[in-house]
């Protein structure tokens, strides 16, 4: 499902301020695969999510989804391919539209747009089940202004949104980071339960170590632009936090000092 081969990418290359983000990433998704993502900051894990989304432009190597080459296509072509949650739960979504105005938008995302603007019976249908779906009766407010909305109702808001074509591969990046323990317990079994039952190819960021294992069939840890470790199937299973950090520091060669995912 997706392809990366020797993707590197430097920012501000050539001045004081040069950063060598991910260097020489090859990488292979296969269709249904849950990867959790893990690593301290600055590891390149956000990067990665948005050089396959094309917001960054990589430096060298190629992206294949689902077999076609996107290296070089937009982001705005790209998300006819993808999905996409961010951490900011205000970004998915337009404050000033309605609900069921930013799902008509979702839903006709990658699609020709003429001058016809409406949406259908049938579409406002589903729009409801979806949302009913939630459990947050977000279905009997769907022409309320998504600005009202809490944080965790916009983040399930943008997943809905994000799932609503059902995208080729789910970026979710760090997409409960801003909410707070319940609403993102809450957010996280939505997601799961969205992955699993339409069997969507997935990666998702997180700085949780117990998240990065309870969620997903793979797991990857991130350091210093590089992939460290790929633990998967029943090998991703047996693995406890305690390995994680044994397993980070043989990678590394140092302890891991990232507060966050210490004490996540």
Request: net charge positive; proline share 2%; with cysteine.
């Amino acid at each position: 499902m997706l392809t990366i081969a020797g993707l590197t990418k430097t920012f501000n290359r050539g001045t004081p301020n040069e950063k060598s983000a991910l260097t020489d990433i090859t990488l292979s998704v296969g269709r249904g695969d849950f990867v959790t993502m893990i690593g301290g900051n600055g590891a390149g894990k956000s990067t990665l999510l948005n050089c396959v989304a094309g917001v960054y432009p990589i430096d060298a190597g190629e992206i294949r989804v689902d077999g076609a080459s996107v290296t070089r296509w937009s982001e705005h072509r790209r998300a006819a391919l993808l999905g996409r949650v961010f951490q900011d739960p205000m970004m998915g979504t337009a404050s000033d539209m309605t609900i069921e105005e930013n799902l008509a938008l979702a839903n006709r995302r990658g699609k020709r747009r003429g001058l016809r603007w409406g949406i259908a019976p049938g579409e406002r249908a589903r729009y409801r089940g979806m949302l009913a779906s939630l459990g947050l009766g977000l279905e009997s407010r769907v022409t309320s202004k998504t600005g009202l909305l809490s944080g965790g109702q916009r983040q399930a808001l943008t997943l809905v949104m994000a799932i609503l074509q059902t995208p080729k591969l789910l970026l979710l990046d760090e997409h409960t980071a801003a909410l707070d323990p319940k609403t993102a317990g809450k957010v996280l079994a939505l997601t799961d339960e969205f992955i699993q039952t339409d069997g969507l190819t997935a990666m998702m960021v997180t700085h949780n170590m117990r998240h990065a294992l309870a969620y997903g069939n793979r797991l990857l840890m991130m350091h210093e632009g590089r992939i460290i470790v790929d633990a998967r199937g029943e090998d991703k299973r047996r693995l406890k936090v305690e390995d994680l950090l044994g397993l980070f520091e043989r990678a590394s060669g140092h302890a891991l000092e990232n507060d966050r995912m210490l004490l996540s």
